[in-house]
């Protein structure tokens, strides 16, 4: 009898970097994924569950299923923030297979023209540092006239579109003078040995409207005895882009990254923000298909540390004055579930005397936040903001630490929402800046946060 020849389908996905199978097939279905998963928790949905997406990418490879619109939306509705990888007993790094999925979708999957032009719009301003502080001048001036509380208590945010309204409510309080600057190179105060010289990194929306946060890294780095390196021709990291699917223009936002700290010539490149931690540190991934720039990707990656893993390796050395205070920690979920950092920054506020840290209930279900998934997706946003600040409110807290800027723009949001906007919200290196330099727990809670603070370490 002659063989049985067995008819492969074509891949529904095209040639320029599909998920990977052999990603795919460590994946047993074992279901560990399923309560870690935020649109799991929230809709029991098998499809809307890390398993059920990874079901799909592989009937979608094998030909067995095509790239439409149920497929687009399934993998729209995944937050990215990559619980699963914590829970999964058999290593499965969703995180490449989500990317190369999205991309996919991108190319291949047409979006309404309302939707597209939205993201559009987003894509053309979140990673451009210098059009956002263009754009913070109407933002301050209407936060300060008035406009934005008559706006808000008057109900006539209700009467825009749902994404346009979760864009004012995630609104930070914006300086009225956005244009600052941090300086080139900051010291080590005088008389402390030099530990080594580090670059940091700015960030997009961390440096336009979190820029006091920035100010507080650089500090802290130069008080423990580092040299910090702020290259002013630095932009994004490409981490907004590469988590939607823009795969392109994160590889050439990633391009310019590598490039810019290789002629800072500086041993780390720490970085304050978990999404653009998770990001860079993922760029032979990104870069992986393209022979000039690969080698220079992975030794780039292996430079990078966020701030608490970069400071708990290098050891404190400046003593710490007291902060009585009790705060709930959220991990961010590109810091705890993509890059694996969970007791650094615990220890490194464990060691703050008289700091009482909490944990909080569910702390690995995301808040919602998920780089811009809280624009396009607000109504899921939101019901995730509110669950993980119900979850913050009954530590009883004073205070709400996080290591990431849209983690801590959504917490804010849901603060206000629910009527609590008074508790106020810190990232984890402002409170190591101030036992540093001896603040108070009311100066901590009172004091302007405000980008043109001095930057001397012992200011």
Same mark, same amino acid.
Request: glycine share 6%; aromatic share 6%; hydrophobic share 40%.
């Given at each position: #009898?002659?063989?049985?020849?067995?008819?492969?389908?074509?891949?529904?996905?095209?040639?320029?970097? +599909?998920?990977?199978?052999?990603?795919?097939?460590?994946?047993?279905?074992?279901?560990?994924?399923?309560?870690?998963?935020?649109?799991?928790?929230?809709?029991?949905?098998?499809?809307?569950?890390?398993?059920?997406?990874?079901?799909?990418?592989?009937? *979608?490879?094998?030909?067995?299923?095509?790239?439409? *619109?149920?497929?687009?939306?399934?993998?729209?509705?995944?937050?990215?923030?990559?619980?699963? #990888?914590?829970?999964?007993?058999?290593?499965?790094?969703?995180?490449?297979?989500?990317?190369?999925?999205?991309?996919?979708?991108?190319?291949?999957?047409?979006?309404?023209?309302?939707? %597209?032009?939205? /993201?559009?719009?987003?894509?053309?301003?979140?990673?451009? +540092?210098?059009?956002? /502080?263009?754009?913070?001048?109407?933002?301050?001036?209407?936060?300060?006239?008035?406009?934005?509380?008559?706006? /808000?208590?008057?109900?006539?945010?209700?009467?825009?579109?749902?994404?346009?309204?979760?864009?004012?409510?995630?609104?930070?309080?914006? +300086?009225?003078?956005?244009?600052?600057?941090?300086?080139?190179?900051?010291?080590?105060?005088?008389?402390?040995?030099?530990?080594?010289?580090?670059?940091?990194?700015?960030?997009?929306?961390?440096?336009?409207?979190?820029?006091?946060?920035?100010?507080?890294?650089?500090?802290?780095?130069?008080?423990?005895?580092?040299?910090?390196?702020?290259?002013?021709?630095?932009?994004?990291?490409?981490?907004?882009?590469?988590? %939607?699917?823009?795969?392109?223009?994160?590889?050439?936002?990633?391009?310019?990254?590598?490039?810019?700290?290789?002629?800072?010539?500086?041993?780390?490149?720490?970085?304050?923000?978990?999404?653009?931690?998770?990001?860079?540190?993922?760029?032979?991934?990104?870069?992986?298909?393209?022979?000039?720039?690969? +080698?220079?990707?992975?030794?780039?990656?292996?430079?990078?540390?966020?701030?608490?893993?970069?400071?708990?390796?290098?050891?404190?050395?400046?003593?710490?004055?007291?902060?009585?205070?009790?705060?709930?920690?959220?991990?961010?979920?590109?810091?705890?579930?993509?890059?694996?950092?969970?007791?650094?920054?615990?220890?490194?506020?464990?060691?703050?005397?008289?700091?009482?840290?909490?944990?909080?209930?569910?702390?690995?279900?995301?808040?919602?936040?998920?780089?811009?998934?809280?624009?396009?997706?607000?109504?899921?946003?939101?019901?995730?903001?509110?669950?993980?600040?119900?979850?913050?409110?009954?530590?009883?807290?004073?205070?709400?630490? %996080?290591?990431?800027?849209?983690?801590?723009?959504?917490?804010?949001?849901?603060?206000?929402?629910?009527?609590? *906007?008074?508790?106020?919200?810190?990232?984890?290196?402002?409170?190591?800046?101030?036992?540093?330099?001896?603040?108070?727990?009311?100066?901590?809670?009172?004091?302007? /946060?405000?980008?043109?603070?001095?930057?001397?370490?012992?200011?």
């Amino acid at each position: #009898m002659p063989d049985t020849v067995v008819q492969i389908a074509p891949s529904a996905f095209d040639p320029t970097r +599909p998920p990977e199978l052999a990603v795919m097939d460590k994946c047993v279905h074992c279901g560990f994924c399923l309560p870690a998963c935020p649109t799991y928790a929230l809709w029991g949905e098998e499809m809307d569950s890390p398993r059920g997406r990874i079901w799909m990418m592989r009937k *979608a490879t094998q030909g067995e299923a095509t790239l439409d *619109a149920t497929f687009g939306l399934h993998m729209d509705n995944c937050l990215g923030c990559m619980a699963c #990888m914590t829970a999964c007993p058999s290593g499965v790094e969703y995180n490449k297979l989500i990317e190369d999925t999205r991309a996919q979708v991108e190319r291949n999957i047409p979006r309404s023209t309302t939707d %597209s032009l939205f /993201r559009k719009l987003l894509f053309a301003t979140f990673p451009y +540092p210098q059009r956002l /502080r263009w754009l913070g001048i109407p933002m301050a001036l209407y936060q300060r006239s008035g406009l934005q509380t008559l706006t /808000r208590a008057s109900g006539l945010l209700k009467l825009l579109p749902r994404r346009l309204q979760a864009m004012e409510t995630l609104l930070p309080p914006v +300086p009225l003078n956005p244009f600052h600057s941090l300086p080139l190179t900051v010291h080590p105060p005088t008389g402390t040995a030099t530990r080594g010289r580090v670059g940091m990194l700015s960030g997009c929306v961390q440096d336009a409207f979190f820029a006091h946060v920035n100010a507080a890294t650089a500090r802290v780095l130069a008080a423990e005895g580092f040299e910090v390196i702020i290259p002013q021709q630095q932009g994004c990291c490409g981490a907004l882009m590469m988590h %939607s699917g823009l795969d392109e223009q994160a590889a050439d936002f990633a391009r310019r990254t590598i490039a810019t700290f290789e002629a800072a010539n500086v041993s780390t490149i720490v970085i304050n923000a978990a999404g653009c931690g998770s990001t860079m540190k993922d760029y032979a991934h990104l870069l992986r298909d393209d022979p000039a720039w690969a +080698p220079r990707a992975q030794a780039f990656a292996a430079r990078c540390k966020d701030i608490s893993e970069f400071l708990h390796d290098a050891g404190l050395l400046h003593p710490l004055s007291p902060l009585p205070l009790r705060v709930a920690y959220h991990d961010a979920c590109h810091l705890r579930h993509a890059q694996a950092i969970y007791d650094q920054p615990r220890a490194l506020l464990a060691s703050i005397p008289q700091l009482d840290v909490a944990e909080i209930p569910e702390a690995t279900l995301c808040c919602g936040s998920a780089g811009v998934y809280n624009l396009l997706n607000p109504e899921t946003a939101e019901e995730l903001g509110d669950r993980k600040v119900q979850n913050l409110l009954s530590t009883h807290a004073e205070a709400v630490i %996080s290591a990431n800027p849209g983690c801590l723009l959504q917490i804010m949001s849901a603060l206000r929402r629910l009527g609590h *906007a008074e508790l106020p919200t810190f990232h984890m290196v402002e409170l190591l800046d101030a036992a540093q330099r001896g603040l108070t727990r009311d100066q901590l809670l009172n004091s302007p /946060r405000t980008p043109d603070v001095m930057l001397k370490p012992d200011a």
